[in-house]
């Protein structure tokens, strides 16, 4: 597995060649060399790097928050604290967000409660509740 095409590393990285194009153009991944017949060539290194990103975005990182941890991760001078301090950060980031989809869950089973579903929409409570919103 020295050399991989790009649809091959893609493949093994349970991603799309389009994603993998829209690392290399955010940053993220070198340009690969290419081969005599003009494919990407990715190495095993590479498509371990691709593979930390995609499980960086399934915990929530951001782009620009994954290429930070991929920079503290070949910084000598990073300790275990830093990237530690990151993941809490995230932690409670996400923790925010859970909460406001709680919030707005509540304040949607409440209009839905209030609309019993029949009638016209000019007397639909919902409508009415986001129209009297909009000032």
Do not use: H, W
Not at 5 to 20: N, P, R, V
Not at 57 to 64: A, D, Q, Y
Request: with cysteine; net charge positive; charged share 30%.
């Amino acid at each position: 597995m020295d050399e991989l095409k790009i649809g091959q590393a893609a493949k093994l990285a349970g991603i799309s060649i389009e994603t993998i194009r829209f690392y290399e153009r955010q940053g993220l991944l070198e340009k690969p060399p290419r081969s005599q017949a003009g494919y990407r060539c990715y190495s095993a290194k590479t498509l371990a790097r691709i593979k930390f990103i995609k499980r960086a975005k399934e915990l929530g990182f951001s782009l620009k928050e994954i290429s930070e941890l991929l920079s503290l991760r070949v910084d000598p001078d990073t300790t275990c604290a830093m990237v530690k301090s990151r993941a809490t950060v995230k932690i409670s980031d996400i923790e925010s967000k859970i909460e406001t989809l709680q919030n707005m869950k509540r304040a949607l089973v409440k209009l839905t409660k209030s609309c019993r579903g029949d009638g016209p929409t000019s007397k639909c409570p919902i409508l009415d509740f986001l129209e009297s919103q909009a000032d």
